[in-house]
């Protein structure tokens, strides 16, 4: 399918291990439509995605779809219509895809979804999705926080991208862990889109509105930009971040680590910025030798407190 006029020695190998069609691996074209770069996260899953992308000897278009499934949709019909070996979607939002992977699934091009789900009446129109579980992140970080405020706490929550699966599970598993608690409410929520900007702006007004920040017990923040924009805010407002007012989020990106070490954060759950990876290696096997990929392919979630912070920053800050 991709146009490339010699058969390299891996696929000549899998034609004679298989002694089906060749299959050269090291000829894929992926296709990626990416969200955009709206978090420190979503840089470090771009970047770990070039670098898996040559390890594996792919070649990985990536489209830069600025927050907009309108763009995400041109994009993957571009790719469609260039005959791309395999598509990987990170989809803004969780509805409305299901026509655009019919185009997909009908010109016989695997989709895989990459860090967030989506809802669809037929999931036979993707291959697999590469996802934490994101409902399993808020619990994680709703328990850590009923611990440390001894299940007593006036929360604000500053959601991610409205209708995006991340912003909907992490809201769903921090209430369950919380519902268990009479002493715990959430008394404001809204969104900040994910980014730092948008966390420190909706922060600014939730603090204004809690008599100057004073009947905030702890702000969760559904990724680690927008906490740190939260911290931002608290530290204008004349507090003490992480200590007047505790703030857990979810991501674990250097700067959260860097904010946990100084004192001024309280937790973080991480998500894995190696999405691709795992993608790329089901592709490959699924082009090889027809290996059904799981549908999905999870991976790990890991608390993350200040004890370890300093540590794991000096760890993470040359990935970065
Ligand atoms: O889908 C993953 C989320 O998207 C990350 O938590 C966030 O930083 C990003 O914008």
């Excluded at 390299?8 to 002694?19: D, R, S």
């Excluded at 906490?227 to 003490?240: D, P, R």
Aim: net charge neutral.
């Amino acid at each position: 399918m991709t146009p490339k006029s010699t058969i390299p020695a891996f696929g000549v190998l899998a034609l004679l291990m298989t002694g089906t069609a060749a299959f050269a691996a090291d000829t894929l074209t992926v296709g990626f439509a990416q969200v955009g770069s709206e978090s420190g996260w979503r840089a470090a899953e771009t970047k770990v995605a070039k670098q898996k992308a040559q390890q594996d000897n792919v070649t990985l278009k990536i489209s830069d779809a600025q927050q907009k499934q309108e763009n995400e949709i041109k994009a993957v019909r571009s790719f469609v219509a260039q005959g791309v070996d395999g598509i990987f979607i990170a989809p803004v939002v969780a509805t409305g895809w299901d026509s655009v992977l019919r185009e997909a699934k009908d010109a016989n091009i695997p989709v895989f979804l990459l860090d967030r789900q989506i809802e669809t009446s037929d999931p036979s129109l993707y291959t697999a999705a590469v996802t934490s579980d994101t409902v399993l992140e808020g619990h994680m970080i709703g328990d850590y926080l009923a611990k440390i405020t001894n299940n007593k706490c006036r929360i604000v929550e500053l959601q991610g991208t409205v209708g995006s699966s991340p912003a909907i599970n992490r809201k769903k598993g921090f209430g369950e862990a919380i519902a268990a608690h009479p002493d715990m409410q959430i008394v404001r929520s809204q969104s900040g889109d994910f980014t730092r900007s948008g966390g420190k702006q909706v922060m600014e007004s939730f603090i204004k509105a809690e008599n100057n920040g004073h009947d905030i017990c702890a702000v969760f923040a559904h990724n680690d930009d927008m906490g740190i924009g939260a911290i931002q805010a608290i530290k204008e407002a004349g507090l003490k971040p992480g200590t007047d007012i505790k703030v857990v989020s979810i991501d674990g990106v250097p700067d959260m680590f860097k904010a946990m070490a100084d004192g001024e954060a309280n937790g973080t759950v991480e998500l894995s910025p190696n999405m691709a990876g795992p993608a790329f290696k089901a592709l490959i096997a699924l082009k090889t030798d027809h290996t059904q990929p799981q549908k999905w392919i999870k991976t790990p979630s890991t608390l993350y407190t200040p004890a370890t912070a300093q540590a794991e920053y000096d760890r993470r800050k040359p990935l970065y």
